[in-house]
């Protein structure tokens, strides 16, 4: 049993809600998925409703699981009406009001004294994991959002979920349409609010496009009082925009990073290869050398907010960025493989970026392909599935990956998916591997086409299912 969470008095006082079968528990943990409670956890029955169907099925009821909790080592519930199971019960009118107030109550921990809420078109997940491994390394007590926990319900999670130790809350925030970032700004409340980046991401949900997207982003600021710290891309084409966006918001204490000399973390050079990125960068006036086992300056330049949020928290950015250069991409977001493909002096090089994509995220990807040399008679092969939400730009947003693609020095182009078509039939004749409708159709093309000395790069929207591919390619060829 580890640090207690949460007391029953700190649960009623919360909730506002009526004890049923005991009084006298405490939780060491928090679930709202039955499959996922440890012994000693808070089990919340939450319903699949349009507020919570990222991670509760659409017509599910986390009430019919109670019990499945309490036999996986449940202390507690938090309900709306008596189960007949066996387990002490908190009785609420809503258990999704209870979450987000039990949400408010942790924000006003004394221990936190950073919310870090982080948000973008891309690039939030591999900042927030860059953000909590330099303040670990300044060594404060730090507490993050998990996987890509970062909407209505993946806010208060992390909030419900952090230890009454945490000197450091770090929260990733998204969002599909405006207005969704807003209310969980406010329920953070961050002393800092950090932007990655801004692009045509979700642009179909805006009818003002791109102007719409920056409008929704700078909902970030809205949680924010007079002394918090709004840290901004210095070289993104709308960092006036939110600029005035910040002040307009209130927020007096602006900082910016990236290549621009007026940057306040800037990076002074970047040198990349296929395996890492080494940075020499000045944080408000202190130089700091690193590298980064992770290619890309676009990852280098997202790195330089975490040093300047760990600057501004008065903390030692050189233990920080010594932090930086244990972290490697994760799976679905860049992560490597080698696959056995009958050379075991050839593998396969799997690059798993299967999780999401986008326009500039696409070419970002592409650039770190072009950096790695096939071995033997091995090529770079590119399999591409649609890119969701662009809207009335999408067959145009897709086809401009074209040029891209061939200057990334792309030996096959595999794609799945109607827009990604029109893509295949913009690129030379001697790329076309093949085209389909579907990820499952695609995989078995894949696993027959992949030769010893290979590069393959898979990459798409999650709603077009590019996981399929990385799962047939490792099955059966993982080395051991």
């Known amino acids: 049993m580890g640090e207690i ?31 996922e409670v440890k012994k000693g956890d808070l089990f919340i029955a939450l319903k699949g409703d349009a507020a919570t169907t990222k991670y509760t099925s659409s017509g599910h009821d986390g009430h019919d699981y109670v019990a499945a909790a309490y036999t996986n080592g449940a202390v507690a519930a938090i309900v709306d009406h008596l189960i007949d199971v066996d387990i002490p019960q908190i009785i609420v009118p809503d258990t999704f009001q209870a979450f987000q107030n039990l949400a408010r109550l942790s924000r006003t921990r004394p221990s936190l004294r950073q919310a870090i809420a982080i948000t973008g078109s891309v690039g939030k ?32 999670y992390t909030l419900a979920t952090m230890p009454a130790s945490t000197e450091v809350g770090i929260f990733e925030v998204g969002m599909n349409f405006a207005g969704e970032i807003s ?34 982003k700078s909902e970030i600021f809205d949680g924010i009082n007079a002394n918090g710290i709004a840290l901004l891309p210095r070289d993104n084409p709308h960092y006036d925009e939110l600029v005035a966006n910040a002040r307009e918001s209130g927020i007096k204490h602006i900082y910016s990073f990236g290549e621009h000399p007026e940057s306040d973390a800037r990076l ?19 130089d700091v050398s690193y590298h980064l086992n992770i290619a890309g300056k676009h990852i280098a330049i997202n790195s330089l907010s975490a040093l300047l949020a760990v600057k501004l928290a008065d903390l030692n950015i050189q233990d920080a960025a010594k932090a930086l250069e244990t972290i490697h991409p994760i799976e ?59 809207g009335k730009r999408s067959q145009e947003l897709h086809e401009n990956l074209a040029q891209p693609l061939q200057e990334s020095n792309v030996d096959l182009v595999y794609t799945c998916g109607e827009n990604m078509e029109s893509l295949y039939r913009k690129i030379p004749e001697h790329m076309q591997g093949a085209t389909t409708a579907t990820s499952d159709e695609l995989a078995a093309i894949i696993v027959s086409t992949l030769q010893p000395g290979d590069i393959v790069l898979v990459k798409g929207s999650l709603g077009t299912k590019m996981k399929v591919i990385v799962d047939s390619l490792r099955e059966g060829h993982l080395e051991g």
Request: contains cysteine.
């Open 268 to 286: 002074t050079t970047s040198t990349a290869n296929a395996d890492y990125t080494h940075i020499k960068a000045t944080i408000m006036g202190e």
């Open 183 to 216: 209310p969980l700004s406010h329920l953070i409340k961050p002393t800092m609010a950090i932007i990655t980046a801004i692009a045509e991401v979700h642009i179909e949900n805006f009818n003002n496009g791109i102007n719409g997207i920056v409008n929704a």
């Open 125 to 156: 997940t591999g900042t927030r994991d860059m953000v909590k491994s330099a303040f670990d390394g300044a060594d404060v007590c730090v507490h993050a959002s998990i996987k890509s926990y970062n909407n209505a319900i993946g806010v208060p």
């Open 332 to 390: 679905g977001r860049g992560a490597r493989q080698k696959l056995y493909w009958g050379d075991r002096n050839n593998p396969v090089i799997l690059i798993d970026e299967s999780y999401n994509a986008s326009p500039v995220a696409v070419k970002a990807a592409l650039q770190v392909l072009a950096m790695m040399n096939p071995t033997g008679n091995g090529r770079r092969i590119a399999v591409l599935g649609d890119m969701r939400e662009l």
């Open 5 to 35: 969470l949460w007391h029953v008095a700190e649960v009623i006082d919360a909730t506002g809600g009526e004890c049923a079968n005991g009084n006298t528990w405490q939780a060491t943990g928090f679930a709202m998925d039955s499959r």
